[in-house]
């Protein structure tokens, strides 16, 4: 089924079969960059389209709080439909963008219910950017990411139920296993992640279980690199590390990951020597790799990608050859511009400016430039690093003061506001996670849906392939095939759930078929 998308007027919706007379701007995300060219674009002459993969506005640099107990995922992610609820002319759809053809200036997405093909005369790309596991893509299944609300509940699943799976355990090599937790990646997203997992072993769970000491969970921080924290300098890099060891985690630099399973890490050293750290619960915090549609865009108009996938950009972010096209956020290239929230705003904010002044018959304004207002990570409660140009360098309480209002101040709606610093009292004064709730559903979900998608894109190459199957076979085949899918997604099932609570059969099979995997 495809649907022509209508587009709204001030008012009220225009009618599906046809066209407001407005200009039409299409934006792609529901990021910071999307949505903040949305709101610029509110007084704006035009008819906004927003088109989305998810139904919320993820505010990422806060996930991993939702991973670790203090926040819940509404206060996080709020319905992108609530916040642009008062913005008449901004219409928004659920699909993931599969196409865009830039000379017909239409953009299809697909949702469960069909495609949808949305014309354009403006249009904003603010995809964002995935996890890289640079090349490794099997390590995903053992070693979740961080860029979704569905790696956060998953991740949250997998180290609450570490505990409560030590506790079960009367192994005790077994048990060390289940009390390792193992962080990839030296960045702010890891730092930060490895610093709330360790407190909470020390702080917030040693009363409530009575067979193991929580206190003696190892969180090892590991990375390629030669420093935590590298792009904040030597100064706040080191009193990083000092803080995150103070707080008992090991940080393991110039450690290369070549290999994950279920039941560990392997590990080669700047010296070349290959040991096996082992542990349940890993967590990928390295590496991001821009939206897939970079490369559509980069194939259709001839402009450059780095290696990174972003799109090269021209100064005033358009594409080019096509002055209509704006590439903002993690999916463009421009003066070596870190991929961070604030620079996507402010490009969706720019993007959103150049519009106006052309619809305004103005004379395009001047190039994007983007205003460093500092960098922060959190390291544990009360304490935080901060890099404000090139004379504020703060690290400590002061710092995590500075990371508390800066956080508050972005986040989307006052509700979300209030019953976050609720939520950070009772985790930061106090001991509490009240955000525990966790199902066997949330770790296994991801995994099997990509089992099952690529059961599925067999079936049909398998049905396609009428010059070695015949057609009584091909229906035989189907009806086996149908079957088949049906047994294995259930065996699947079955499978990653033992590994994941701890059956030693499953993870065998697993682990052997990940060793015969390409090393990075």
Known sequence: MTVESPAPSPASPAPADRRSSRHQVVIIG??????????????????????????????????????TGVLSEGEVAPATREVLKKQPNATVLLGRVTEMNL????VTSVSPVGT??????SLIVAAGAGQSYFGNDQFSEFAPGMKSIDDALELRGRIFGCFELAELSDDPAEREEWLTFVVVGAGPTGVEMAGQISELAHRALPREFRRIDTRKA???LLDAAPAVLGAFGDKLSNAARKQLESMGVDVELNAK?????????????????????RCRCKVWAAGVSASPLGKQLAEQSGAEMDRAGRVKVNPDLTLRGHPEVFVVGDMMALNNLPGVAQVAMQGGKYAAGQITRRLRGEPPGEPFKYLDKGSMA???RFHAVASVGKRIHLAGFFAWLMWL??????LIGFKNRLTTMLHWAVSFIFRGRSQRTTTRQQIVARTLM?????TEEALKEAQENEDAIKPSATTASTASGGNSQSETVESDSVDQLSAAYGDKSAETDEATSLKQAPES
Do not use: C
């Open 30 to 67: 529901s990021g910071f960059g999307g949505l903040w060219a949305t709101e610029a674009l509110a007084k704006a002459p035009v008819d906004v389209i927003m088109i989305s993969g998810t139904s919320h506005h993820l505010f990422q640099p806060l996930l991993y709080q939702v991973a």
């Open 103 to 106: 000379d017909a200036k239409t």
């Open 116 to 121: 949808t093909v949305t014309p354009y005369d």
């Open 218 to 220: 190892k969180v090892i």
């Open 257 to 277: 990951v070549v290999g994950v399973d279920n039941t560990g890490v392997d590990i080669v050293d700047a010296d070349g020597n290959e040991r096996r750290i």
């Open 378 to 380: 959190t390291i544990s």
């Open 405 to 410: 209002g800066v956080h508050v101040m972005y």
């Open 450 to 454: 990509a089992r099952l998608s690529a």
